[in-house]
């Protein structure tokens, strides 16, 4: 959702890219190819924002072992393909949902929160 809001927003800017592209590390969500920039959303959950706060709540709960182990994964797969496209002389943007689901909101109704 936060992915589908931000592409709706960049259009009427005029600004284009390519969608979900597979032939680069990470499958970025948007590329923009001019100028070498890609940008993932990422799910706060799945991506581990405040993972501090999340990890202890996790380990209290229903499968603990599976989720620690997922997020750390994806969190860890986030650096590795932010190192490989810099590497290939892409800058990396990495948005969290809220943030830009929040943005978005302020745009429309003039406030932020």
């Known amino acids: ?14 600004l284009r890219y390519r ?3 597979k032939g680069l590390p990470g499958t970025p969500d948007l590329v923009f190819s001019r100028q070498r920039v ?11 924002r405040d ?3 999340w990890k202890d ?13 997922k997020i750390t994964y994806n969190r860890e797969r986030n650096r590795r393909n ?10 990396v943007v990495r948005l969290w949902e809220t ?6 909101r302020g745009l429309r109704t003039g406030s932020w929160d």
């Not at 943030?99 to 978005?104: E, F, H, P, S």
Request: net charge negative; glycine share 12%; proline share 2%.
């Open 82 to 91: 932010d190192a490989l496209l810099a590497g290939l002389g892409w800058k």
């Open 19 to 21: 969608l979900n592209y």
């Open 57 to 69: 709540r996790l380990q209290a709960g229903m499968s603990a072992a599976y989720w620690l182990a």
């Open 38 to 48: 890609v940008v993932f959303v990422d799910g706060d959950f799945w991506h581990g």
């Open 1 to 14: 959702m936060a992915e589908l809001a931000l592409r709706h927003a960049l259009w009427p800017l005029g």
């Open 51 to 53: 993972w501090e706060q």
């Open 99 to 104: 943030d830009v689901l929040g943005t978005l």
